[in-house]
C-alpha cells in the first residue's frame, strides 16, 4: 500500500491518502508564526511508541531538525498556530495514523491542496459544490458543532446550514461537511 501524508496549513489539517484516495481527514495544531512548521517534501524518519509528555502517545519525525507528528498532552490546542514547528494531532488521531505509516512514508506540507474531485467522479471525500470546496468529517466521541466549526474557523450556523441540520443534535461516525472556503 502506498500511503501518504498531506499537512495543509491553512486549514490546519492533516489528509491520509492511500494510492490517491483519501482514507482520513484530522484537525491539527500547527506552528505559530515565529517558529512555523515547514513547508516542503519530507517521510517519515523515525516512529515512536508512547514518547510521553507534551508528545503524547505516538511520535513520526519527519525532519532532522526534530520535526515531527505527535500527540498532544494539550488536546484543547488542537486547530490552533500554537507549536515550535510540529503538527499535533488528538491523541486518538495520532494512534490510528501510526498504524497506517510506516518509516519512509511521504510527508507533503503545504499551505493548501486542491485535492477537489471534478464534478461526479465520486473519487473523493472532499468534493466541489458550486464555488465552494469542503471536505467530510467524522463526528468523533465528545465533539460538538460548536468545538468542529471552532477547530476549522467557521460559525456553528454556517456548519447547520451546509449540512442541512434543523438543531444542533449530531453523534459519533455521523459525516459533516466542512465547508474550506
Not at 12 to 34: M, Q
Not at 37 to 46: C, E, H, I, S, W
Not at 65 to 83: E, F, R
Not at 145 to 173: E, M, S
Request: hydrophobic share 35%; proline share 6%.
Amino acid at each position: 500500500m502506498a500511503y501518504q501524508i498531506y499537512i495543509e496549513l491553512n486549514t490546519r489539517r492533516l489528509i491520509l491518502k492511500n494510492n490517491g484516495s483519501i482514507i482520513a481527514t484530522y484537525p491539527v495544531a500547527i506552528g505559530k508564526p515565529s517558529t512555523p512548521t515547514p513547508v516542503g517534501d519530507f517521510k517519515v524518519l523515525n516512529k515512536i511508541k508512547n514518547p510521553g509528555g507534551v508528545l503524547g502517545t505516538r511520535w513520526l519525525q519527519f525532519t532532522w531538525q526534530q520535526h515531527g507528528i505527535h500527540g498532544t498532552n494539550k488536546p484543547w490546542l488542537i486547530g490552533q498556530a500554537v507549536s515550535n514547528g510540529c503538527v499535533r494531532m488528538y491523541n486518538r488521531d495520532v494512534e490510528e495514523l501510526y498504524d497506517y505509516v510506516s518509516v519512509g512514508t511521504p510527508v507533503i506540507i503545504r499551505k493548501n491542496f486542491s485535492f477537489i474531485s471534478p464534478p461526479g467522479t465520486g473519487n473523493s471525500r472532499e468534493h466541489s459544490n458550486t464555488n465552494r470546496s469542503y471536505f467530510i468529517y467524522t463526528v468523533k466521541r465528545g465533539d460538538s458543532l460548536w468545538k468542529i466549526a471552532h477547530r476549522y474557523n467557521v460559525t456553528v450556523d454556517r456548519l447547520k446550514k451546509y449540512n442541512n441540520l434543523n438543531n444542533n443534535l449530531i453523534y459519533p461516525g455521523q459525516k459533516l461537511k466542512i465547508p474550506v472556503r
